[in-house]
């Protein structure tokens, strides 16, 4: 049971490029986060999907797109990369976004750099 | 608006000394509380939660947490602090009318635990 999984670990990126950051979960979890974390600032909501087939935003969606491919796996895709996007990027899941009594599981997180 | 504060960015305790890790918070309606730590490089961990009942609840690694309504403080607590709890600390609100996506995270707190 790996529990949350991302890749990649580390990106660097020049400004324009795009990528997508890959994040999977094998607890059977109804729904699925990306935020991204900033020294001072705590953590960001970017997007989530409540249950498959469902994306909604976030607190700071603009630069990013997501997609829901199934039921465990949630991306999330910079499609032209600015210096401020740089930041750590976390993806959670959770049992049913539905219930807010739910916690939260977090990945390791992607340390992306945009130069 | 809504908003979760941690008053400290730091928190300094020497090892078995008691420890406590602020956390205050405004939100509508009955909010949902919780507590993740976070470790060097890797994302953040589920440690309690207070949804309903008992003001004290207990969690992970001999943590607990007061839930104050007055107060609208929700502190993290442990008696006997040890090395290995120094980490980053989070604290998070749903506010209880919201949909169940929307959690807001505080700053966080460093706790450092000295031997």
């Known amino acids: 049971n790996a529990g949350v999984t991302q890749t990649p670990k580390f990106q660097v990126l020049k400004t324009g490029q795009s990528m997508t950051l890959q994040c999977a979960q094998d607890?059977?979890?109804?729904?699925m986060y990306w935020y991204r974390q900033d020294p001072g600032m705590g953590l960001r909501l970017i997007y989530y999907s409540a249950s498959e087939g469902t994306t909604d935003k976030g607190e700071v969606p603009n630069g990013y797109n997501v997609s829901r491919l199934n039921k465990r796996e949630f991306s999330l895709r910079l499609e032209s990369a600015a210096p401020s996007q740089t930041s750590v990027y976390f993806c959670?899941?959770?049992?049913?976004?539905?219930?807010?009594?739910?916690?939260?599981?977090f990945g390791p997180g992607t340390r992306l750099t945009v130069t | 608006a809504q908003s979760v504060a941690q008053p400290e960015d730091q928190v300094n305790v020497a090892e078995g000394n008691p420890l406590t890790v602020k956390c205050t918070y405004s939100v509508s309606g009955n909010p949902y509380l919780f507590w993740y730590v976070q470790y060097p490089n890797r994302g953040l961990q589920f440690l309690l939660k207070y949804i309903t009942g008992d003001n004290l609840v207990k969690g992970s690694y001999g943590f607990e947490a007061e839930f104050n309504k007055s107060q609208t403080s929700f502190h993290l607590k442990k008696p006997s602090a040890l090395v290995s709890d120094s980490a980053l600390y989070f604290c998070?609100?749903?506010?209880?009318?919201?949909?169940?996506?929307?959690?807001?995270f505080g700053s966080g707190t460093r706790l450092s635990i000295r031997p």
């Open positions: 998070a609100v749903r506010p209880g009318y919201s949909s169940a996506s929307k959690i807001i």
């Open positions: 607890m059977n979890h109804n729904s």
């Open positions: 959670a899941s959770s049992l049913d976004a539905s219930n807010m009594g739910y916690e939260q599981y």
